[in-house]
């Protein structure tokens, strides 16, 4: 047995399909089956169940999952430990966070630690934060930013940025003159919604209660184009403040506070609890914490 064969059936495992397997390794449909067939016979049973309309584990097969596993585990841990062995952070660091904490959050973060760090070379996973806690649990990724709330016994989470919801308009709304605006004002006015995420979540618990009186004129895929929308003067919208900071400064949008509920979003730096964290790893956690700290203390742009 070679690691090869060992990440393929790993893979194999989790996908429950050779072809998807094999897109993820890298490899032919037919050499993946091969590598399988040759675990096999090393083990003298057969280890996974090709008979249904999805692959999955034997008897035998959950077994040396759990063993695959471990070996995968201490290997990585292996070439962490001799990466390391300098005390200087290098090698590959992998990141995942969501679009908007890509673009908002993180590149001052990722400045900083390139600036200090030079010799590691970061991979960034881009989704929503449930695909990136799986990545975590299974071993994918270093580190995670997550919106929080998150529940996973396997994650240690620390929160490292908080950021308050409010009111986006452009300077020609009425509302631009108001330092402050009750939920049921705001319902009066087209609104520009983000279609799914933790935002989307917290907004539409806001605006239950307004359901007959909600007049959303469209829902979006992302942050900037909501933005562009509101400065032209197509609707409303709720944003994290630090988010729009650009479009403030340049006279693009006003933020207006919201009377009432107040509400944020938290972000929370992650990683496995069993897992040796590399040298890497800690200098990256210690530099999120670090800036977001300042973060946390500077007051939200366009708003006393």
Not at 120 to 130: L, P
Not at 191 to 216: A, I, Q, S
């Amino acid at each position: 047995m070679d690691f090869d064969q060992l990440v393929t059936f790993l893979e194999v495992a989790r996908q429950k399909s050779f072809s998807r397997a094999g897109e993820k390794v890298f490899r032919s449909q037919s050499a993946v089956s091969a590598q399988i067939r040759q675990l096999e016979q090393e083990y003298g049973d057969r280890l996974l169940d090709r008979s249904g309309k999805t692959v999955k584990l034997t008897p035998a097969g959950q077994i040396f999952y759990e063993y695959a596993l471990r070996l995968k585990t201490l290997r990585d841990e292996s070439l962490v430990a001799v990466a390391d062995h300098g005390h200087t952070p290098r090698g590959t660091l992998l990141v995942g966070a969501n679009e908007a904490t890509c673009l908002y959050v993180l590149p001052e973060v990722f400045a900083e630690y390139c600036h200090r760090y030079p010799d590691v070379q970061i991979s960034i996973y881009r989704n929503f934060t449930y695909k990136i806690v799986e990545k975590l649990e299974n071993g994918s990724l270093d580190v995670g930013i997550l919106s929080l709330p998150v529940q996973s016994p396997s994650l240690k989470i620390q929160p490292i940025f908080r950021d308050r919801l409010m009111l986006m308009v452009s300077p020609q709304n009425p509302l631009a003159k108001l330092k402050s605006a009750p939920v049921s004002e705001l319902v009066k006015y087209p609104l520009l919604l983000p279609k799914t995420g933790h935002t989307r979540r917290l907004l539409d618990k806001l605006f239950r209660e307004y359901n007959t009186e909600l007049k959303v004129r469209m829902e979006l895929p992302s942050i900037g184009m909501i933005k562009s929308f509101v400065a032209a003067d197509l609707g409303v919208s709720l944003i994290s403040a630090s988010f729009a900071r650009d479009e403030v400064a340049a006279g693009r949008v006003k933020l207006v506070g919201l009377e009432g509920p107040e509400l944020w979003r938290e972000l929370g730096l992650a990683y496995r609890r069993d897992r040796t964290l590399s040298v890497a790893n800690k200098a990256f956690i210690a530099v999120s914490r670090q800036l977001s700290s300042y973060v946390k203390k500077t007051e939200a742009p366009g708003h006393a």
